[in-house]
């Protein structure tokens, strides 16, 4: 399955973000735990999942060279909402949130398609040379692309040569 565009609205009471890239995850039952729900452990695959699919959807990692990919994973947080079941439907909405020197915040929203929201997430990923072993500044391709496609982030550094 691949990633779709739009907004999603998760619900109208609630004052959660709304991204422009949703994720359909399928709840793998080896992802259950004994209390018959998805583990803990399992919802940050699920991040993972949405993650990759972001990247490829913007461009930024075709799926194939890890050396080339860019970024690593600095930190990741979630925040429990209610239990995800074997027969619950999860759609992962994700979007870049703040846009830094060398960082970046990516954050998630997974719920239903009719709006339960079971969590809520966040990774802040550092930009990375694999090779060199160093962290670097987010390319300019990159801050480009995703301002194009989130708009104008808080946090994030005007290019040079732009207004």
């Known amino acids: 399955m691949t990633g779709s565009v739009g907004r999603s609205q998760v619900t109208k009471d609630d004052p959660v973000p709304s991204f422009h890239f949703s994720h359909p995850i399928e709840v793998r039952y080896a992802d259950l735990d004994p209390q018959r729900h998805v583990n ?27 050396d080339n990919l860019g970024i690593i994973v600095a930190e990741a947080s979630a925040t429990f909402k209610a239990p995800i079941d074997y027969r619950d439907q999860v759609v992962v909405d994700a979007g870049v949130t703040r846009l830094g020197t060398k960082s970046l915040d990516l954050e998630y929203l997974l719920h239903a398609p009719d709006g339960r929201l079971f969590a809520t997430g966040r990774t802040v990923l550092v930009a990375y040379d694999y090779r060199r072993g160093a962290s670097i500044p987010i390319p300019d391709a990159w801050r480009r692309r995703i ?10 550094s005007k290019l040079p040569g732009s207004s």
């Open 147 to 156: 301002a194009e496609f989130e708009g104008e982030l808080p946090g994030s």
């Open 40 to 66: 803990n452990a399992a919802l940050f695959s699920y991040l993972e999942q949405a993650r990759a699919k972001y990247l490829e959807h913007l461009g930024l990692w075709g799926g194939g060279d890890f």
